[in-house]
C-alpha cells in the first residue's frame, strides 16, 4: 500500500445498523454491499455474525458477492465468536476477522472486572486464535481514546506479535478533541515495538461532533485507515461519515493523502442507504445533504450564478449531485430570479426584471419557496406580461 493512500473500512451493515430501526434485511445488506464495493471502499464490515443466525447468512451472502473489497466480520475477544466469523468468511476473497476487547480503565474495572494484564493476555489469545483461521486479522482497543497511552501501547504490541496487521484505535465515546486523538496515533506509531507491521486505524464516535475532525487528525499523524459509515448513521450520535473524510482529503491535495473512492457515486449511496433504513438525512448535511449545493440568499445566488466557486468549494458533480439549486424565497435577488425565470423560458430585461421582481416579493412574502409554477404566475400577472412573451 502506497504511504500516502487512505484506506476507507466501511461499517455501514455493522455499526451503522445499530440504530434502533434501522435493521436491514439480507437482500438489502447485499445490495448496498455490492454498492459499497463498486464505490472502491477497501474493507466492508459485513456485521458481527455471532450474534444472530440472520447476520451470520447475510455476512455470509455478502463474503460470495464482493469481488474487490476485503469482507471482514466483528467478533468479541471469545473464541466462538471468531470460530463463527471465520465460518461466515469462507467464501470471501479477501476475509479479515476483527476482534478485541475493551482497554480503558472504566472498561477492564467496571465491564471486565478484571486487571490491565489479563486484558493483554485476553487480546493476544484472541487474536492468535483469529490468526489460525485468516491471514489478515484487525485488532480493536475499546475505548482507546480513554486508555493511557503507554498502556494503550503495550495492548498494540501484545496484538502485533500475536499476528494482527490491523490496529483499531476508536473513540469509543467520541470523548477525544482532535489534537488528542492525534497525538494518540502519533505517540502509538512512535512507541509501539513493531508497529511498522501493522496499519492504525481510526474509529471514531460523533458525540461531540467531533469525528471527522478527529479522524482526519489521525490520518495526519500516522493512521492509514479510517473506519466510517455512509451518512455517519450508528450508535447514538453517529461515527464517522464516509463521505465527509473522502471529500475533505481530495479538496485539499496539499495533505498527500488519498483514496480509492469513485466520488461520483456518494450522493447515490447516501439516498440508498438513507431509503433503505428509512433515516431522514438533515438537510444542512454536508456532502450529500439536500441543501449542501443549494442557496436562498440574494447575495450567495448572485456569486454562484456569476461563478460557482465563490460560495461552492466542490463541484455538485463530483459527488454525484446534477447542479446547484438556486432556491427563490424571500431572501432571494434579483439575479436568482432572473436566472429562474430563463429556466422556465423567459428573457427579462432589466427594466421588465424591475417590474416583476416587485410582484415577485408578495408571492415570496406568502410562501416558504418559490416554484417553477409560481414564476409563472408572477410573470403572468405582471405589468410587462405582454412585453415579455412579444419579445
Do not use: W
Amino acid at each position: 500500500m502506497s504511504d500516502n493512500n487512505i484506506q476507507i473500512f466501511d461499517t455501514t451493515l455493522r455499526d451503522g445498523e445499530q440504530v434502533p430501526g434501522c435493521k436491514l434485511n439480507k437482500e438489502q445488506k447485499v445490495l448496498i454491499a455490492e454498492r459499497l464495493d463498486a464505490l472502491g471502499v477497501d474493507v466492508i464490515e459485513a456485521g458481527f455474525p455471532v450474534s444472530s443466525p440472520g447476520d451470520f447468512k447475510s455476512v455470509e451472502a455478502i463474503s460470495k458477492m464482493v469481488k474487490n473489497a476485503t469482507v471482514c466480520g466483528l467478533t468479541r475477544s471469545v473464541q466462538n465468536d471468531i470460530k463463527v466469523a471465520a465460518e461466515s468468511l469462507k467464501y470471501a476473497v479477501k476475509p479479515r476477522i476483527h476482534t478485541g476487547i475493551g482497554t480503558s480503565d472504566s472498561h477492564i474495572i467496571h465491564k471486565f472486572k478484571s486487571n490491565r494484564e489479563s486484558i493483554i493476555e485476553r487480546a493476544f489469545e484472541a487474536v492468535k486464535y483469529a490468526k489460525s483461521f485468516v491471514e489478515d486479522v484487525e485488532f480493536y482497543a475499546e475505548d482507546a481514546g480513554r486508555t493511557d497511552n503507554e498502556y494503550l501501547a503495550r495492548v498494540c504490541e501484545a496484538a502485533i506479535k500475536a499476528g494482527a496487521t490491523v490496529l483499531n484505535i476508536p473513540d469509543t465515546t467520541g470523548y477525544c478533541l482532535p489534537g488528542e486523538y492525534g497525538a494518540k496515533i502519533k505517540y502509538l506509531k512512535e512507541h509501539v515495538k513493531g508497529i511498522e507491521k501493522a496499519i492504525l486505524s481510526c474509529h471514531c464516535h460523533n458525540d461531540l461532533g467531533l469525528a471527522t475532525a478527529n479522524s482526519i487528525e489521525g490520518v495526519i499523524n500516522g493512521a492509514r485507515q479510517i473506519e466510517c459509515t455512509i451518512n455517519g448513521i450508528g450508535e447514538r450520535a453517529g461515527n464517522t461519515a464516509l463521505e465527509e473524510v473522502v471529500m475533505v482529503l481530495k479538496q485539499h491535495p496539499y495533505l498527500n493523502l488519498d483514496t480509492h473512492i469513485n466520488t461520483s457515486m456518494l450522493y447515490g449511496i447516501s439516498q440508498l442507504v438513507s431509503d433503505s433504513m428509512g433515516i431522514y438525512t438533515q438537510p444542512n448535511k454536508a456532502i450529500v445533504g439536500a441543501n449542501a449545493f443549494a442557496h436562498s440568499s440574494g447575495i450567495h445566488q448572485d456569486g454562484v450564478i456569476k461563478n460557482r466557486a465563490t460560495y461552492e468549494i466542490i463541484n455538485p458533480k463530483d459527488v454525484g449531485v446534477t447542479k446547484s439549486a438556486i432556491v427563490l424565497t424571500a431572501r432571494s435577488g434579483r439575479a436568482a430570479l432572473a436566472y429562474r425565470a430563463k429556466n422556465v423560458g423567459y428573457e427579462l430585461t432589466k427594466l421588465q426584471l424591475d417590474e416583476v421582481y416587485s410582484n415577485f416579493l408578495n408571492f415570496a412574502d406568502r410562501k416558504k419557496e418559490i416554484n417553477d409554477n409560481d414564476i409563472h404566475q408572477i410573470i403572468e400577472t405582471s405589468k410587462v406580461y405582454q412585453q415579455i412573451i412579444s419579445a
